[in-house]
């Protein structure tokens, strides 16, 4: 692979996360195979190029000034099942890893169908849902450094807690992962998914750009509450607006920018701040050149 595989300069990130928001990356790949996510990787750094690896796009504010190096979008899609372990590579969806599971009878992994984005995107932020999350049934996974070194990291050394890992903030990737059900009923299985994709269509905005709960809940409390409390739903800066539906989320209502959601997040943290003293932390993870 060489410099001209990394294909044209200046694609826009917009279309690649579920906002719609978010400049050019200096260089674009997709990967398609675990040798073009390991080969792209050694180019980059023989390049002295940064990395940023791009699952679904489901839980990042992209700066409209877009994100410089390479941007390699993880379309690797592969999927195993033995006994009660599922396999997936990285740039598999996560829902797709739960209508492997049931297909197969292995139960415990329904909620993944609920969460967007990419194996590789939960292993890297724990992502959960209907009080089940990564941690609780990653076996393993496997990674690989700037450096191209690999190895696998058993899930007790990934420093995970509430939407939390080790791998924040390093450019560690995740090439594959193991996960954990339990032997069970397949007709069980897809009932409970198929319940909680109903639950989720009546509680959240799905039909405007959106990127999922925007700040995590404070302990022993609810971000929605507090920021529905502050009378904060419907509030727009720009196009971008608090979700009248759901008030932990932002939507891209009317062709927002970046700096239109990040005007919005620290409106709504200021507020909450004053009225209930509560410090929200963003859940969505704001990338690229601010
Ligand atoms: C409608 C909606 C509902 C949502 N509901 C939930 C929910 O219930 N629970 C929940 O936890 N989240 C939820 N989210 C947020 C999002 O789905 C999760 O955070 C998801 O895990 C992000 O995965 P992704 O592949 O889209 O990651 P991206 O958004 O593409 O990237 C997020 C971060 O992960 C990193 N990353 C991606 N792939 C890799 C890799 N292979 N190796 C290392 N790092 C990688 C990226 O570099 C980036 O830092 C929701 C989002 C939406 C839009």
Request: charged residues 20%.
């Amino acid at each position: 692979m060489t410099m001209t595989a990394f294909g044209a300069r200046g694609e826009s990130l917009a279309p690649h996360t579920s906002l719609r928001i978010g400049g050019p990356a200096d260089f674009f790949l997709r990967v398609a195979t675990e040798k073009d996510l390991l080969d792209a990787i050694q180019v980059a750094r023989e390049n002295e190029l940064s990395v940023f690896v791009l699952g679904g796009g489901t839980n990042l504010l992209v700066a409209d000034r877009g994100i410089r190096g390479v941007v390699l979008q993880n379309g690797w899609r592969e999927s195993s099942v033995d006994g009660d372990i599922v396999t997936a590579s990285s740039g598999t969806e996560l829902a797709h890893v739960a209508a492997v599971a049931a297909r197969s009878g292995v139960e415990g992994l329904e909620w993944m169908a609920t969460v967007p984005g990419t194996v590789g995107g939960a292993v890297h932020g724990n992502a959960g849902a209907f009080g089940g999350e990564t941690a609780d049934v990653l076996v393993d996974a496997e990674l690989v450094d700037m450096n191209g070194d690999t190895w696998t990291a058993r899930v007790d050394e990934l420093g995970y807690s509430y939407r939390t890992s080790s791998l924040q903030r390093t450019p560690i990737v995740c090439v594959r992962a193991r996960f954990r059900g339990r032997t069970g009923d397949r007709a069980n299985a897809v009932k409970r998914i198929k319940e909680m994709a109903n639950e989720r269509i009546k509680k959240q905005p799905l039909a405007q750009p959106n990127t999922g709960s925007i700040f995590r809940n404070p302990p022993g409390d609810h971000a929605g509450r507090l920021i529905e409390a502050a009378g904060l739903k419907g509030k727009a800066i720009g196009g971008a607006m608090v979700s009248p539906k759901h008030a932990n989320f932002i939507v891209n209502a009317n062709g927002a920018t970046a700096d239109d959601v990040r005007a919005l997040m620290a409106l709504v943290q200021g507020e909450v701040a004053k009225k209930f003293n509560v410090k929200l932390v963003p859940e969505v993870e704001l990338v690229g050149d601010w």
